[in-house]
């Protein structure tokens, strides 16, 4: 089955190419879109075999996972899979997440060891995925995480419109408004970034709320 690896990237010249390097054993095209780093994200990421998109201005995650699905699609694969561009997705991961599509999902999730997480981070990430499922009740226990793949179909029922980091809801909102057949694939993130994620998980909250109502 067609595979391809969307990975958004900003400011990963450091990380991108083992990224691009490790995902490419497993699929048979990665594309890495540039949102407007000021390093050498995309000539690393060329490098390593991956094809790029860029643009000039940094418009956020959900801008540039929107523009690397148009581009997945266009190319009519069978599944389409996403992973951020930091390390923190292994991509050792991506037959599993092949192997759940091939077993019948319509799209798969990525679910997190948060063991060695902060307390805060735990708590948050238990809090926001009760609410997101308490709004659009999927079932899905990791909403915040980014490593998901789909089937070509269900990709192109997705409605994404967040530019930032309320694309996961966007995901979420889509599985459960198209009732996809949702599977899940724990993983263990092996490094840890600390991002202020608090605030975030208010926005994007409320975010999915608006859309939902």
């Given at each position: ?27 048979d ?11 050498n ?37 069978d ?10 997705h292994?991509?050792?991961?991506v ?14 999730y ?5 063991s060695?997480?902060?307390?805060s ?19 899905i226990?990791?909403?915040e ?10 990709a192109?029922?997705?409605?994404l ?5 309320g694309?996961?809801?966007d ?43």
């Open positions: 089955m067609k595979t391809i690896a969307i990975i958004p990237a900003y400011n990963e010249g450091k990380r991108i190419a083992n990224t691009v390097l490790k995902t490419k054993k497993h699929v095209k990665v594309i890495v879109v540039d949102d407007g780093s000021t390093d994200t995309t000539s690393v990421a060329r490098k390593s075999g991956a094809e790029v998109i860029r643009y000039e201005i940094n418009r956020g995650k959900g801008y540039a996972t929107r523009i690397g699905l148009k581009k997945a699609v266009s190319m009519r694969p599944i389409i899979i996403f992973l951020d561009a930091d390390g923190q292994d991509p050792r991961y037959p599993v997440f092949i192997d759940e599509i091939k077993n019948g999902a319509d799209y798969v990525g679910k997190r060891d948060l060695k997480y902060p307390f981070r735990k708590i948050g990430n238990f809090g926001l995925s009760l609410l997101t499922n308490m709004l659009c009740p999927t079932g226990l990791d909403t995480c980014g490593y998901r793949a789909l089937t070509l179909n269900s192109k029922k997705l409605s419109k967040d530019d930032r980091y694309v996961e809801m995901f979420a909102y889509s599985a459960w408004k198209n009732k996809f057949k949702i599977s899940m694939v724990s993983i263990i993130v092996p490094v840890f970034h600390k991002k202020s994620a608090m605030m975030r998980g208010f926005r994007n909250f409320f975010y999915l709320l608006k859309r939902r109502f």
